[in-house]
């Protein structure tokens, strides 16, 4: 059975930098797309970055651009999001979803999910 694990959140000031990492193992078919999305207190689950395994495109929401940047490694099974120059308002909980085929910032394109790790910015 497959799993994602999310790993390297934590707690910054603001301006601070994290990478976040999920790592993808036990799945017997291929994925077509990975999404982070995050989730503050009190809200829903909302879309943050997705790539598309084929081509390594990224995405990004209006809010991260210029500051977060989604990568793979295939070889290690393995989708990074670098997040730099954090805002008090990226706090949150970091999930990494995977798609065997599709992409989009709905959650439901996403069959499997990690058990998220906390991001804290503060001011």
């Known amino acids: 059975l497959g799993q994602l694990v999310e790993s390297g959140g934590g707690s910054v000031q603001a301006g601070g930098s994290l990478r976040l990492s999920c790592t993808a193992s036990?799945?017997?078919?291929?994925?077509?797309?990975m999404g982070w999305f995050r989730q503050g207190p009190g809200a829903g689950r909302e879309g943050v970055a997705r790539?598309?395994?084929?081509?390594?495109?990224?995405y990004y929401t209006d809010s991260v651009k210029g500051r977060f940047t989604i990568s793979q490694n295939d070889a290690k099974n393995t989708v990074y999001l670098q997040m730099n120059s954090l805002k008090p308002e990226d706090t949150g909980m970091y999930y990494c979803g995977r798609s065997y085929w599709g992409c989009s910032w709905s959650t439901g394109s996403y069959e499997s999910w990690g058990q998220g790790t906390q991001v804290t910015v503060s001011s």
């Open positions: 036990g799945y017997s078919d291929s994925w077509a797309c």
């Open positions: 790539i598309w395994r084929a081509s390594g495109n990224p």
